[in-house]
């Protein structure tokens, strides 16, 4: 029987303003998911980042608005560049980049969401579990 | 400021592999300013070394702590009682933060996480430019803040060489720079143009006195009105 893969997502409440939309399908298909709400995704620090790949999430995935709709202007953007920053550092660590994701998500556009469930399916499944994480059978 | 940057993590791993508990000490000061050794890097460098050993079948106890300024004695209290729990620290200040660090705890092995590079200021987000080399003779006022010996790539002391083009200098050609690097000598002229004081370069300026700077040892500088 495979490992349970666990997917966090950290989302911007502008882009994704019902999380369930999201998260419903991807435990619908297997996937344990945790959504963490953030008022802008560029809220989310690398260190987060790399904090939720080693303790928790066999997959990060950063949702943010269109780098031209962010209220708060640059918010997307940077996060947009954090995402990018963190990724180098996942290929120096030895692990596959492509356990970080980002999607610059309008709200509302479903098609685009299901898209993005797709995505996260897809790349879950080709990684499978992080072997980087900490294993949560092991007491300290 | 002092800027420096992160050593490859390839490098930091192979300090530090034969330690299991280890410290990672952070400085808010210069190196948080240039976005390498705050506590936001020493959170990140804790989490990828966490997960780079794991990799490398290794589980580590990784800790943290960060201090103002490493550079000062009395700052490091925090550090020195935390690493009383770790086999080895990872300091992530400047080469004078880990040396004070280092100086406070004798038995402990401190390692750097940065190459420390220079003294200079942030041009803009993402971007610091050396503009200091600590000659210990500063001349910024004949040349309108513009330091030719840590601007202009050969430190000329009365004007330009005949190398720039379009205002830049020659050693573009070469490294390819991104921004490119001005002419420091076209710098000091405009600057000095427009404040009306073109004629402070008529003054000459004699070969340097390099005694100052660092080509005489370890430099110090005591002050009896400060001390105990």
Redesign the interface.
Known sequence: MSQEITVVLMACRQALPEPSRLAGPLEQAGLKTRVILEPCSSKVEVFQMLRTLATEADLLWVVGCPEAACQLVEGSLRMAKRVAHAQEYLAEIGLEPERLGKTQLAAGNQEAAAAMVHEILERARSLGVNPAKADPLKKE | MIVGTRK???EIQDLVKKYDRLLLAGCDTCVAECASGGR??V??L???L???F??AGQ?KDIREVSVDRQCVHEFLLDVVEAAQEADAVLSLACGAGVQALAARLPETPVFPALNTLFIGETAQRGLWLENCRGCGNCLLGLTGGICPISRCAKSLLNGPCGGARNGLCEINLALKLEPEVPCAWLQIYDRLTSLGELDRLLEFAAPKDWSTGDASGPRRVVRPDQQA
Do not use: K
Request: glycine letters at 0%; charged letters at 30%.
């Open positions: 490859p993590l390839a936001r890097e959170a990140e804790a989490a990828a966490q997960m780079a794991r990799l589980e």
